[in-house]
């Protein structure tokens, strides 16, 4: 498993092609690697950018007046692609990819990344991992490190693996956390990102491989993305990370590449790199099956006990998707004034049923396919019901009875029984049970 580390494992070669020093016929990709080879010497010139995905700014006067050859590109597969190119001839060549059109008066204008070095000391090779899109026109220019730099090289274009899904979410807003640092696995948290927004997005694979996760925020949002299996648990961030990563050759962009398992349930977590940074991203998972993505929502409004007027509680909320799908039920923690959350809900619509350790049930429609749910007024839950079966009956009072004038510790002490939560199973929880006789709580439809 790596984070942000360049991927050399090339495939076989299955085409070669051969390119003059300006190509104008678009090279249309439909094989796993292409090569081909050019000649800057006698090219054209042009004020490169300096190294990074994207690069922020131009290299300095040395290499104001490079030359350069052009290739055009578009491929029939989206995917993650390898770009690497070796000087042949000794000269220090310079890698970097535009989406077309490419103006050579205006070098920072679609450029999408650019390479000087692949590795400290190597000054024969560039090279760089990046997404592309079938049917989109791409520019690869080759060019010198210096103005004094020029010769011939040998690229590879290499598909690393297929887009396999791909979703724009946003931070902003959300939930906040202490994050990790980066690692693989992480294994200390930040001393500075302390109350960070992120949000979560829960996937599978199909077969077993490597995966490769490509996250793109937009504007100035620096993004940082960690990779857990089984299992998040934003209170306990170190638990069941895999990977955790932020800069891949670029001050916003992140990546991670992991062997990942069918069967395994997977979470990524978008966030920033730090308490100030948010925004939108889109998340692109490549790699050889097919991956189902989920954005994770979050559900929250106010429910009180209606014998029990502000005192804290635990509601058991269950969730059945629309799909047909498994029902989904948490234990949430309500506040005193009936604040809840309902965290990490799997986008789409559901019937939700709540209900309290002795209180009839209610249910309501939610829908987070658009996003959260705020402000939801489930209402008060009415109480009676101590053997837990949705209606208060003859069952309840019988239980009631056997637990009558029963306080805490004493052996007949039954919680349930407990109605107007006053420590004390007396006339008050009767007259509950007597005002709720022969009600039926709500169920699913």
Do not use: K
Not at 198 to 212: I, K, T
Not at 247 to 271: C, K, M, R
Not at 284 to 303: D, K
């Amino acid at each position: 498993m790596r984070t942000g580390a360049m991927h050399r494992n090339l495939w076989q070669q299955l085409t070669a092609l051969g390119c003059v020093a300006l190509v104008t016929i678009w090279q249309d990709v439909a094989a796993d690697q292409i090569v081909y080879s050019g000649n800057t010497t006698g090219g054209p010139r042009y004020h490169r950018t300096i190294q990074g995905i994207p690069p922020r700014a131009l290299a300095g006067s040395f290499a104001s007046n490079v030359r350069y050859h052009s290739y055009a590109l578009t491929v029939t597969t989206s995917g993650l692609y390898d770009f690497f190119t070796e000087s042949s001839s000794g000269f220090d060549p310079f890698l970097a990819l535009y989406a077309a059109p490419f103006f050579p008066a205006s070098p920072l204008t679609n450029v999408l990344a650019a390479n000087d070095d692949l590795s400290p000391g190597n000054y024969l090779q560039s090279g760089f991992i990046y997404p592309l899109w079938a049917g989109r026109n791409y520019r690869v220019i080759t060019a010198g490190y210096s103005n004094f730099d020029f010769g011939t090289f040998t690229s590879t274009i290499t598909l690393l693996a297929e887009l396999q899904a791909s979703l724009s979410d946003s931070t902003e807003g959300r939930p906040v956390w202490r994050r990790p640092e980066e690692g693989a696995p992480p294994v200390t948290l930040s001393s500075t990102a302390t109350a960070v927004p992120y949000q979560v997005v829960s996937f599978r694979v199909e077969l077993d491989g490597r995966y490769y996760l490509w996250i793109t925020p937009s504007g100035s949002f620096d993004a940082f993305c960690v990779l857990y299996e089984e299992q998040f648990a934003p209170e306990n961030p170190l638990v069941n990370a895999l990977a955790a990563s932020d800069n891949y050759d670029s001050p916003a962009q992140s990546f991670i590449e992991a062997d990942l398992f069918a069967g395994v349930q997977y979470f990524l977590v978008v966030t920033g790199h730090s308490n100030t940074d948010s925004g939108i991203y889109q998340a692109n998972v490549y790699g050889p099956g097919a991956v189902h993505m989920n954005q994770l929502r979050t559900i929250s409004g106010s429910i009180s006990l209606e014998a029990c007027p502000g005192r804290a509680f635990e509601a058991t909320c269950t969730l059945r998707p629309d799909n047909q799908s498994a029902d989904i039920t948490r234990q949430v923690n309500v506040d005193a004034t009936g604040r809840f959350v309902l965290q990490q809900v799997p986008a789409g619509r559901y019937q939700l049923r709540v209900r309290g350790a002795s209180t009839l049930a209610r249910v309501m429609i939610v829908d987070t396919r658009a996003g959260d749910v705020t402000g939801l007024n489930i209402g008060a839950l009415p109480g009676g019901d101590a053997v837990a079966d949705n209606v208060v009956d003859v069952l309840d009072l019988a239980a009631l009875i056997g637990a009558f004038d029963a306080t805490p510790g004493d052996p007949h002490w039954n919680a349930q029984c407990d109605f107007n939560c006053d420590d004390s199973v007396d006339v008050l929880d009767l007259d509950v049970l007597i005002r709720n006789f022969d009600r039926a709580g709500e169920d699913f439809s």
